[in-house]
């Protein structure tokens, strides 16, 4: 009887498979069978092809970056590294994994890399996990400076693992101040002194972070997620070898899909760094996303993204330069990155809703808290601007000049209060012509 009703059971989930791979489970579109899903992926297309994108944490991928990102590859379960996987069948993956690793090591000029963390912030709490242990020192920049959350922050696991001791800027600069660095790193000790964030325009002085983890016996790590891109392209000093380890997103300036790379030169650091990535933090990479880290990686080792890292400084400083004449104050003076911080401070203005009219105006930005900033931190008193994704898509400086004036049109616009919504109307529709004449995607 058992044997009858189970068999029965058996033979109707078989017809049901049956019936859903003749209904084209296989090879339907998501806009045949899931049109929810498929609309909100055509209308994020339609919005990126029509707004001036200056989130600096944003970029434009190639078809090829895409094509791997969409690849069977997500299908794949394995874990540990190409030639000790714990699951069978990693051929192909290791072929993957291995050329992200090369073309990581190549383009960063630099022995060892870890390709697997899915973000920027599982890099840099794996670096945390193999450099130092809970209670340890942390040196690093504060987030209202310009560092990152996971550097630290008290809201972040960082900041309750850490001791954490912050570096800022020089109230009157706006520019790091190194003696500072050194002489905290002198007084605290720390295991690790942090250089790099999330909003800290100017170049980093490597050399002296240097000097601040030497007088601790500390290790340096760079995390050099926003200006990666202009590394790889010769547009900004090198962190090896002054830095210990070195992390990065892939998707910034370089231009890469959403994930992370860990770099370093001590062969000492390896096993300590790619334990604390898989067992400690991760277990299966994201192996599709691993092809689109190598094919990326492989685009920013062709001399065109030399070109291009250029044109992403020259924009940033052209942009910061149009903003500057507007009138506008820029934390640091200025940029040597592909982003800058505006103050709204002296305009009056407070950023969460500068950065709402913008994007009623077709240019999307985000609010960014500046330096001692005292507003809250729903509305912060900063915008943060970068051009990494605009640049992607072929504006150049004479691009950037109408971008500094649209948006200073609207800042002016919001200062003089209180309706915007004309000027937010007619730069929208300037903004969108702009970004038009520059397609993306077909
Ligand atoms: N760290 C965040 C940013 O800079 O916008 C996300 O990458």
New binding site residues.
């Given amino acids: 009887m058992q044997n009858g009703s189970s068999g029965l059971l058996a033979a109707n989930a078989a017809t049901a498979v049956n019936r859903i791979l003749s209904s084209g489970y296989f090879t339907a579109p998501v806009a045949e069978t899931d049109p929810l899903i498929a609309d909100a992926i055509a209308g994020e297309l339609a919005r990126q092809q029509d707004v001036i994108e200056l989130?600096?944490?944003e970029n434009i991928v190639s078809r090829a970056v895409l094509d791997a990102q969409g690849s069977i590859l997500t299908n794949k379960t394995v874990e540990g590294y190409p030639g000790k996987r714990y699951h069978a069948g990693a051929a192909h993956v290791d072929i993957v994994e291995r050329a992200a690793i090369e073309r990581a090591c190549r383009l960063f000029g630099c022995a060892h890399a870890n390709v697997q963390p899915h973000s920027?912030s599982q890099a840099n709490h794996a670096v945390w996990h193999a450099l130092a242990s809970p209670g340890d020192t942390l040196l690093s920049m504060d987030l209202n400076a310009g560092g990152?959350l996971s550097h630290g922050a008290d809201v972040n696991c960082s900041g309750r693992w850490f001791r954490v001791v912050n570096y800022g800027v020089r109230a009157d600069s706006g520019l790091i101040d190194y003696d500072e660095v050194v002489d905290l790193a002198r007084r605290h000790q720390p295991r690790i002194v942090v250089a790099g964030g999330?909003a800290y325009p100017r170049a980093l002085d490597f050399a002296a972070f240097r000097r601040a983890a030497d007088v601790a016996g500390a290790k340096l790590v760079v995390d050099m997620?926003?200006f990666a891109g202009l590394v790889a392209g010769g547009a900004h000093a090198d962190p090896f070898p002054h830095a210990d380890v070195v992390t990065t997103?892939t998707y910034?300036s370089l231009r890469g899909p959403r994930g992370a790379v860990i770099l370093w030169n001590d062969a000492a650091l390896t096993k300590r760094i790619d334990n604390a990535v898989f067992p400690g933090l991760q277990g299966t990479p994201y192996l599709h996303v691993l092809a689109a880290k190598a094919v990326a990686l492989g685009e920013a080792l062709r001399p065109e993204f030399r070109a291009y890292a250029e044109a992403v400084l020259a924009n940033a400083r052209g942009l910061a330069a149009r903003l500057r004449q507007h009138g506008h104050a820029l934390v640091g003076g200025g940029t040597d990155t592909p982003l800058m911080l505006v103050d709204l401070r002296p305009q009056g203005l407070a950023g969460g809703p500068a950065a709402q009219s913008l994007e009623r105006a077709a240019i999307i930005a985000?609010m960014n808290p500046i330096p001692s900033d005292a507003a809250d931190r729903k509305v912060m008193s900063g915008l943060r601007f970068g051009v990494s994704g605009a640049t992607t898509r072929g504006f150049g400086r004479a691009e950037f000049d109408v971008v500094g004036d649209l948006i200073a049109e609207v800042l002016a616009a919001l200062q003089r209060g209180p309706d915007t919504a004309a000027v937010e109307r007619s730069v929208a529709e300037r903004a969108t012509a702009l970004a038009r004449r520059f397609p993306i995607y077909g």
């Fill in positions: 989130i600096a944490s920027g990152h999330s997620a926003h997103t910034k985000n």
